[in-house]
């Protein structure tokens, strides 16, 4: 009789160890993360972050794919294509305050703008000042056209008098390195691996960042639709959780994230990836991500962002910008 009891006791705790099995088993949520652009160095610190399982560990199956500009990113989101995605806040602003695209950042990435002019060393050009005349050349629709006014403003130079030369993004750099144009412009996180083609053409490039005239205003940031952030506040509270380990675990681990960048996109060399790496964090970890906290905004550079995204693209400056931006759920 108590060798029953016994045996039928074993067979409750066994009952019971088995269902918290499965409780602890739970399948992950999965989420879809949406880049901006083609998977450069820049976006190191999330293919390391897939591989190292940061966004596992928070219970998220993740998978990402390469981008194809920012307002691509906002559409796949708002069309159900991706759960999470990386754009710059100034297409967040236009989408929302333009066409009504329920889609808002949910973090911000880059501090500042990494918006720059590339220019050749022996040019002498080594600031913005005295560049009337000069040839720099363009893609339509690129945003440092539609910034430059500002920049120009403030180093006191005619924008007036630029020669602006269209052409293909493909073809900006050697542009640049044959003498075509006097400069290009480009992410100042993509000098290394540029400079490399400019120096195997006996040339140097230089860079001259916009914010070195005082344009400091928030780009890159993560962003997710209303619905998201409305309905799976928790999925969203982990995805971000996910993304900002990832980033300050590449921090530390440059040479490994890029090892693991280079694994899922073969046709970036390791020391690109470096290269860009190494730049993308001067933008995430620096003293002003430091004073307001990673990921969050301060109040008065995004209400500066605002205005000169709103004067950029012909918007109305008294739209409520706030409504475009949700930080509720950063760690």
Known sequence: MLQNAYRIGLAIA???AASGAATGAAAADKAH??????????HA??????QKGMWEKHGIEITMARGYGSGDTIAKLAGGAADFGVADIAAVFTGRQRTQTPVKA?????????????????SGIAE??????????????NSHKLYFPNVAARAGTDPEKIV???TDASAMAAMLITGRIDAAPFYSIHHYYQNKAAVRAGEEIAVLPFEKTGFTIYAASL???????ANKPDLTKRFLAGAWDSFKWAKDNQKEACELHVKKNPEVDVDDCMGSLKATMGFVFNDHSEKTGFGRFDPE????TWEVVAASQDMPKDWDYAQAVDTSLLP
């Open 33 to 42: 993360l949406q880049l901006d652009w083609i998977p450069t160095g820049e």
């Open 301 to 304: 550079r995004l209400k500066y």
């Open 14 to 16: 066994a009952l019971f």
């Open 106 to 122: 949910i973090s911000a990435v880059y501090t500042h703008s990494p918006h720059s002019l590339f220019v050749l060393k022996k």
């Open 223 to 229: 962003v997710a639709t209303d619905e998201m952030i």
């Open 164 to 166: 602006w030369v269209n």
């Open 45 to 50: 610190a999330y293919f390391a972050g897939w």
């Open 128 to 141: 913005f000042k005295g560049l009337e005349g000069k040839k720099i050349g363009i893609t339509p629709g």
